[in-house]
């Protein structure tokens, strides 16, 4: 493709230039379309290591470049340093001809080299049903993980369960006290329990499992055979709200597996051998501030029991065991801070700076008619996934969660996601796509039948025409990016850009009916948009209908 050898040829020239090998050659898709069709600020990254100005360092550069003849119109210089590239017309009828051979695998890529990559996303605590904000988390950490897989590398979705501790006992509790409840007997739940009506439910089917009984065991008893049907209940509720969301997790990774297994001691041990910890005030500490934290952090408290983040250090060190050469976080908004400490922690056992990556989603705020909705009617508390998913459709839900960046508060407008007009984007990329569709099937053609062989696509000489090429040239480029990024955002933002085009161009030209090459040339664009577009919204969990 276009941008692979022009970034070759850059990185040949930049070479004998004296570039030091470390230097990465960049292209990016100009934000004015007035600047031509990709860009390279590779001058800038040189000035420092080759000691000249970057204006100076462009233009030996350009002076060097040498393509194939069609591939490149124009180049010229702009600004501070920045190289811009206008794509010759030959390169427009490769372009189709590339879409049309590559098919479904157009805009993947192999990496170099491939990596075993761990991404971790929703890991919700099993004492609740899903909500929206782990709904957004789950569509970002499912779309950084296919984004990776479109790149190369062997990817394991991964959700950690946090099947011990204070949440799991109150949840047992609470349980326990809608269980005596039921049969009629008052009962307090904790103040900081689960007052959900989703604990009504469960206490109703434990009931109707166990018999009326079950309420007069002992309390110990009673609360254990709560904790572990509530757990199992509710995992396997999560489940499938995941399943049914397209999120279908690899491994299930359990908390209590860290304690039975002793990874948490031998993560002490680790770092014990390692050096970094100290004891102070009966406390044992990890000296995080050695390894950029603002203050070292205690593992084991002077009472004996360990901080969350221990068992945290163990699990992410357990990946490391596993063979995982990265290991990608989607974490709540809660966990901001947390940050700076796991990266600190990482680097104490020894891994360098990429092993470990975490992204940021922020809340999500549910608006309907113009207003706030608070509350579930189930879960009490929040807006549960499922009941965001009855209402918008799969589709909608997963688009909107991924249109914009995960550490932005996202206002989700219910109105907008069901609405069938140009304003929804998801409804907006889908019809683009049913379009695309809709010429093959009043023409009575099988989308197979349009093959590259044959076809003289520079018979395709109209503006919209040619802006639509372009447009579908960029693809591999916005999946690579996206994906070196872990933005998902990218990919929506190209998505409705090539909607735009192939919409601009169905108004503008005919395509049944046109002159025996005209309107094979017209089919063959209308396949490779059809195609990009199913790819794009394939890549985003998202079904390319062929009728709306």
Not at 140 to 146: E, I, L, N, P, T
Not at 418 to 432: G, L
Not at 502 to 512: F, K, M, P, T
Request: hydrophobic content about 45%.
């Amino acid at each position: 493709m276009a941008q692979e050898e022009i970034r070759a040829e850059l990185a040949r020239v930049a070479a004998t230039l004296g570039a030091p090998a470390s230097v990465v050659v960049e292209l990016e898709t100009p934000r004015e379309k007035s600047h031509g069709d990709l860009a390279t600020n590779l001058a800038m990254a040189l000035a420092k290591p080759l000691r000249s100005s970057p204006r100076e360092i462009a233009a030996r550069l350009v002076s060097g470049l040498r393509f194939r003849p069609g591939l490149v119109e124009a180049t010229e210089i702009a600004g501070p340093g920045f190289i811009n590239f206008r794509l010759g017309a030959a390169q427009l009828v490769e372009t189709v001809h590339a879409v049309l051979a590559a098919g479904r695998e157009y805009g993947r890529a192999r990496a170099d080299p491939p990596l075993r990559v761990n991404v971790e996303f929703v890991s919700a605590n099993p004492t609740g049903p899903l909500h929206v904000a782990h709904g957004r988390g789950a569509a970002v950490g499912d779309c950084v993980a296919s984004l990776l897989e479109w790149s190369g590398h062997a990817v394991t979705r991964e959700f950690y369960v946090n099947d011990t501790g204070i949440q799991v006992r109150l949840l047992a509790e609470s349980l326990w006290a809608r269980i005596q409840q039921r049969v009629g007997r008052e009962a307090a739940i904790p103040e900081e329990g689960y007052h959900g009506g989703y604990l009504a439910e469960l206490a109703g089917r434990l009931l109707a499992e166990r018999g009326a009984a079950l309420a007069d065991e002992e309390p110990a008893t009673g609360v254990k055979i709560c904790r572990a049907f509530a757990v199992s209940a509710l995992r396997g509720e999560q489940q499938e709200d995941l399943a049914r969301f397209r999120v279908n997790i690899d491994v299930y990774f359990d908390e209590s597996r860290l304690y039975a297994e002793r990874r948490v001691e031998a993560a002490i041990a680790s770092l014990e051998a390692r050096r970094v910890l100290f004891e102070q005030d009966g406390a044992l500490w990890l000296r995080t501030t050695a390894f950029g934290d603002d203050k070292d952090r205690v593992l084991r408290k002077s009472d004996g029991s360990f901080t969350y983040f221990l068992p945290d250090i163990a699990y992410h060190e357990d990946k490391a065991g596993r063979g995982f050469d990265r290991a990608i976080d989607v974490w709540g908004a809660d966990h901001h801070g947390y940050v700076p400490r796991m990266r600190a922690a990482m680097a104490a056992l020894g891994h360098g700076p990429a092993f470990f990556a975490a992204l940021i989603v922020q809340l999500v705020t549910v608006l309907r008619h113009g207003e706030e909705v608070r509350m579930s009617k189930r879960a009490g508390e929040f807006i549960s996934l499922r009941e965001l998913v009855d209402e918008v459709g799969v589709d909608a839900a997963r688009y909107f969660f991924l249109m914009r960046r995960s550490d932005s508060p996202f206002v989700f407008d219910v109105d907008l996601a069901t609405s069938r007009t140009d304003e929804n984007p998801v409804f907006y990329v889908q019809m683009a796509h049913a379009r695309m569709s809709g010429i093959f099937r009043v023409g009575g053609l099988g989308p197979a039948s349009v093959a590259a062989d044959g076809v003289d696509v520079a018979a395709l000489s109209d503006p919209s025409e040619v802006e639509l090429i372009k447009v579908l040239g960029r693809f591999p480029l916005v999946v690579r990016r996206a994906a070196e990024a872990l933005e998902p955002q990218r990919v929506t933002a190209y998505l409705e850009e090539l909607a735009r085009a192939a919409h601009y161009w169905y108004h503008r030209c005919r395509v049944l009916g046109e002159p025996r090459a005209l309107e094979r040339a017209r089919l063959a664009l209308a396949r490779a948009t059809q195609v990009v577009l199913a790819n794009g919204l394939g890549l985003l969990g998202i079904s390319a209908p062929e009728r709306m």
